[in-house]
């Protein structure tokens, strides 16, 4: 089955700076790769996603990007805020619609 | 939409006794996703259903768990007897099953503590 590994396990950053998260997977037939957000006590929420086809996207201060040969993708935080500060999910899907998530990452913005 | 209705958000028994959690998915999804989630193993997939039939109940800890999904509208996930090791947040996820991949709209959660 698929395999995801997510680095690092915690992560800070002061404000402003830039927060990098990175997960590879192990099942080349994955084509789906949500990031998830979950803020202390809250549900884990959808940030943004990418598709096989995609090399790269994003929205706004984040962005995702995708190497299919490799077998990585990562998430990238600009202008990081306070409000930033949460744990992070990575997560890869075939058609079979199961996510296998990553181990989270947890990342303190500091002001 | 409402969103991810899960119910209640909070329970607290003690170990021998049947605890009930319920979802509704987000009306119009065909996939619903009973995940466990803890410190130390981070979120699990307990389970998971495709227009009411479950798939893969791999992730189901022991035979104290059981999940049904009567109708496209609801599903609850049971443990009897409860033990402190249950102890755990369970949400409970919903999906548009389709040719590709969907994101999981998760609700919630329950905080279920075992005494």
């Known amino acids: 089955g698929e395999n995801v590994e997510q680095h690092p396990s915690t992560l800070s950053v002061q404000e402003g700076d830039s927060a990098v998260i990175k997960c590879t997977y192990s099942?080349?037939?994955?084509?789906?790769f949500p990031w998830y957000k979950q803020e202390l006590g809250k549900r884990p929420q959808l940030i943004i996603d990418?598709?096989?086809?995609?090399g790269e996207k994003k929205d706004q201060r984040i962005a995702v990007t995708l190497n299919k040969t490799a077998k990585h993708f990562s998430l990238h935080i600009t202008e990081t805020q306070p409000e930033d500060s949460a744990v992070y999910f990575c997560?890869?899907?075939?058609?079979?619609?199961?996510?296998?998530f990553g181990t989270g990452t947890s990342l303190t913005v500091i002001p | 939409d409402a969103g991810v209705i899960q119910s209640p958000r909070h329970e607290v028994t003690e170990m021998g006794q049947e605890v009930t959690l319920r979802c509704k998915p987000i009306?119009?999804?065909?996939?619903l996703f009973w995940y466990r989630q803890t410190m130390m193993r981070g979120l699990e997939l307990l389970i998971y259903?495709?227009?009411?039939?479950?798939?893969?109940d791999s992730g189901m800890p022991e035979d104290r768990f059981s999940a049904k999904m009567p109708n496209a509208s609801f599903s609850t996930l049971k443990i009897q007897p409860s033990e402190p090791r249950d102890s755990a947040v369970y949400f409970c996820a919903s999906s548009f099953r389709s040719g590709e991949g969907q994101p999981q709209h998760f609700g919630d959660g329950t905080r279920l503590s075992i005494l």
């Open positions: 099942d080349s037939a994955s084509n789906y």
């Open positions: 997560a890869a899907s075939n058609t079979g619609n199961q996510f296998y």
């Open positions: 259903f495709n227009n009411n039939v479950p798939i893969d």
């Open positions: 990418i598709r096989s086809n995609v």
């Open positions: 009306s119009g999804h065909n996939s």
